[in-house]
């Protein structure tokens, strides 16, 4: 009526966003009228590729531009513009276009359509980013379920397999629960301090008393509980193992990496910008959490023969670590969590990107019998799944190394030194599983059955996520010190 | 004058939510179930939320009593006519009424909880507004909540695309 609502700079902080909403929206409708046959869906595969790096040019190249020009939100105040959400950003991006690498030859061989693939991969990204860059709870959830139902249908993606399907109604229906929880969370929270604006929320907590009432305690601790579901946090964390193992592969990688740094980035601007003023109460549920999820995490994971059991265990361990920095509840151990999940996006989407290597009959296989013999059959594979496998138990000289120490060391700083000791023995644990793994590769006979599927964007995908590893450590400044800028706004 | 209005709906509220849920047939329970959505849609009415008494009416009454008779239909109807009335569920089901029912006191006589005193709740701030709560609703949802509604927008695309992959036979 009187003017436009939005200006030139709130659609310029919403850039990635719109570069990924309209990629899915042309690769979905070239979808539904294209042919269809192997060079279609590697056509929709390079489309989504293109996509996802002009949203990072967005990201990279546009967002910080728009920051140095003091633009702090947009829309009103529901999109915050800082650089903790131009980093999570870039990392989804970064997962999402490793995670696309990996899907080329698996989609023809899984003789599954790509258009719809993509679209989904893509609208999930774009409910990602909102959730790490909302300032406002109700932007915030419904970036969430966007993210959560495009999620969902890439889980269940190969209707033919019933573990695919399986996992998908599992994670559809608790995560639909969890989901459920959260909002009741937001409505508790709404009720008591009258916003749902997050900066305002803290305000509003930060007046004397406050802080006391039953209904917001009450609040704070469904929304940890509905946090814990979303990182898959134990005892929490029930759907993670049969949606990683059902899923198909590349998705595994994709969500065990993307969706839970979208979840921690979310649980850490609500945590310590809304929550700041009840920091002591959430660190202690959250520390009972971290030691659970570790522990447990890693010791299922020792008992498991199929790979993608065994990873998805390992992913619900990581998030533990992760959350070790959280509960430092410093500024110190944000940047360690979030340097943390960088780590961790690289190392494990190496070593779920080798599992869709092997194929025994033409069929996806995921046993640890399937590596026997590796190195005799490709040394470069066996290789870089050593680098992945040193990297996820916290050897040197590898990034999971470092984010370990990081994480241990906020720990220590911040008065939890018994939390890093435990985290100290659960490395230990996790590395006798990461070993089976190693021996297979060495020191079995290959089976003749398994056949390995190379393809060019997977053996980038590998040759990246390898690189990053090893050479992340070499020039690390860079990537602590960019880490540590994007946690000023804390 | 108003308070038996609201006296005379809530009554038709509780009595057909109350035989909605004891009523043995289904396509009865269904019926009830409308009649209580309108009465919850006058007492809006009443509260003067015309915007939220039409939403009450167009989607609870409308799409979803629609949906509930499509399930009516779909379903073997003279199988489960017979259901006990106490069922396998009955002691969860009380205990959650129990917890809701306990929140509820809660709020209306401890001290309302400390809720955050909201002037626009008594209404007198949306009647100002000219044209009523209906304009300053839309006008509210298309400037402050721009962004959540747009991104709402894709969010349906995703769950009507989702819905369709996942439900369509083998191409």
Redesign the interface.
């Known amino acids: 009526?009187e003017s436009i609502?939005?200006s030139a700079s709130d659609l310029a902080a919403?850039n990635a966003e719109i570069t990924l909403?309209i990629g899915a929206c042309i690769v979905?409708v070239w979808g539904a009228f294209a042919e269809r046959n192997n060079n279609t869906g590697h056509r929709f595969a390079w489309i989504t590729l293109l996509t996802v790096f002009a949203a990072m040019a967005g990201v990279t190249i546009g967002l910080p531009a728009l920051m140095s020009n003091g633009v702090a939100t947009?829309?009103?105040?529901?999109?915050a513009v800082d650089g903790f959400g131009s980093f999570f950003s870039a990392l989804f991006l970064v997962a999402a276009a490793l995670a696309i690498g990996a899907s080329f030859r698996f989609l023809d061989d899984e003789d599954a359509?790509a258009a719809?693939y993509y679209?989904?991969m893509l609208?999930s990204l774009?409910?990602m980013m909102?959730m790490a860059r909302a300032a406002?709870l109700?932007?915030l959830?419904?970036?969430l379920?966007?993210q959560a139902?495009?999620v969902?249908?890439l889980v269940?993606y190969l209707?033919?397999d019933r573990r695919s399907s399986e996992a998908?109604v599992k994670y559809f229906i608790l995560g639909g629960l969890s989901s459920g929880v959260f909002v009741y969370a937001l409505s508790l929270i709404y009720?008591?301090?009258?916003?749902t604006n997050i900066e305002a929320i803290r305000t509003?907590l930060n007046v004397p008393g406050?802080t006391d009432?039953?209904?917001l305690i009450l609040g704070l601790i469904l929304l940890v509980v509905s946090l814990a579901f979303k990182v898959a946090a134990v005892p929490f964390h029930m759907w993670a193992p049969d949606a990683y193992s059902g899923a198909p592969t590349p998705v595994s990688m994709f969500i065990s990496v993307a969706s839970k740094a979208a979840a921690f980035a979310m649980m850490i601007r609500l945590l310590f910008v809304a929550f700041e003023p009840m920091t002591a109460s959430w660190t202690a549920l959250l520390a009972v959490l971290s030691v659970a999820t570790m522990t447990f995490g890693n010791v299922a994971a020792v008992t498991q023969d199929n790979v993608k059991r065994m990873f998805a265990y390992s992913s619900v361990a990581h998030a533990g670590y992760a959350l070790m920095g959280i509960v430092a509840g410093t500024a110190y151990g944000v940047s360690a969590a979030m340097y943390y999940l960088f780590a961790y996006t690289f190392m494990n989407i190496g070593a779920w990107a080798m599992i869709v290597i092997f194929r025994r009959e033409g069929m996806a296989c995921d046993r640890v019998e399937d590596f026997n013999g590796l190195v005799h059959r490709s040394g470069w594979a066996a290789a870089a799944m050593i680098i992945f496998l040193l990297s996820l138990g916290g050897i040197p000289p590898t990034i999971g190394f470092l984010g370990k120490w990081y994480v241990f060391g906020a720990a220590v700083e911040a008065g939890y030194g018994w939390l890093a000791v435990v985290g100290a023995i659960n490395a230990a644990i996790s590395i006798f599983y990461y070993l089976r793994l190693v021996k297979a590769m060495f020191v079995a006979d290959a089976d003749s059955d398994v056949t390995l599927v190379h393809s060019m964007p997977l053996n980038v995908t590998l040759a990246l996520s390898a690189v990053i590893t090893i050479l992340g450590v070499i020039w690390a400044t860079p990537f602590i010190e960019w880490v540590q800028s994007a946690t000023l706004p804390f | 004058m108003e308070i038996y209005a609201f006296y005379a709906i809530a009554a038709v509220v509780l009595s057909s939510a109350v035989l909605m849920v004891t009523s043995r047939h289904l396509v009865h329970s269904v019926v009830y179930m409308v009649i209580s959505f309108v009465a919850v849609g006058a007492l809006f009415i009443l509260l003067e939320a015309e915007f939220v008494a039409a939403v009450q009416i167009l989607v609870y009454a409308g799409g979803i009593v629609v949906l509930f008779l499509f399930v009516v239909m779909l379903v073997n109807v003279s199988e489960t006519y017979q259901v006990e009335f106490l069922h396998r569920q009955w002691l969860p089901a009380t205990v959650l009424s129990m917890i809701l029912a306990a929140q509820i006191g809660f709020l209306l006589w401890g001290n309302a909880?400390?809720?955050?005193?909201?002037p626009s709740a008594s209404g007198s701030v949306l009647r100002a507004v000219e044209g009523g709560n209906t304009e300053t609703m839309g006008?509210t949802l298309?400037?402050?909540?721009?962004?959540?509604f747009e991104?709402?927008s894709?969010?349906l695309?995703?769950?009507m695309?989702?819905a369709i992959?996942?439900s369509r036979k083998?191409?």
């Open positions: 009526m609502p939005f919403l909403t979905l947009a829309f009103a105040g529901q999109l359509h719809e679209f989904f609208t774009v409910g909102i406002d109700i932007s959830f419904v970036g379920e966007l139902l495009s969902y249908v269940g209707k033919s998908g009720a008591i301090t009258g916003t509003s406050t009432n039953p209904i | 909880g400390g809720l955050a005193a909201d006008m298309y400037t402050d909540y721009l962004l959540p991104v709402a894709v969010l695309l995703v769950a695309i989702g992959y996942l083998r191409v």
